[in-house]
């Protein structure tokens, strides 16, 4: 069982920023951040590989940039440029069997989460 633990949400002001990071007891092929907005479906934000590839969503592309460190059993999602529509509660999670382009995409393909952190752009 991988154990995953969110950190680093919080208040900002639009076009400010923000580092999630999450600590994995083990890294795992695919590990991707999700976010939920209330009232609104979970949403696939950026994923990455073991390779070190990444994936994003539309609606963060060149805004967000996912990485890391396998040294620290940490990854992270770095949010620049922060909208109102960013927020949410955020999610990282792993243990997904492939990470191809659509597959990772779909949060119960994935065996582990976080409980979740919360941002919010305002």
């Known amino acids: 069982h991988v154990q995953l633990v969110e950190s680093g949400g919080g208040l900002v002001q639009p076009g400010g920023s923000l580092q999630l990071s999450c600590a994995a007891s083990?890294?795992?092929?695919?590990m991707a951040w999700f976010r939920q907005a209330p009232g609104k479906e979970r949403e696939g934000v950026a994923a990455i590989r073991v390779d070190g590839s990444t994936s994003y969503a539309d609606s963060v592309k060149g805004r967000f940039t996912i990485s890391q460190d396998n040294a620290e059993n940490t990854f992270y999602l770095q949010m620049n440029s922060l909208k109102p529509e960013d927020t949410a509660m955020y999610y990282c999670l792993g243990g997904a069997l492939y990470c191809s382009r659509d597959y990772w995409r779909v949060w119960g393909r994935y065996r582990y989460w976080g409980q979740g952190t919360q941002v919010t752009v305002s």
């Open positions: 083990e890294l795992t092929y695919c």
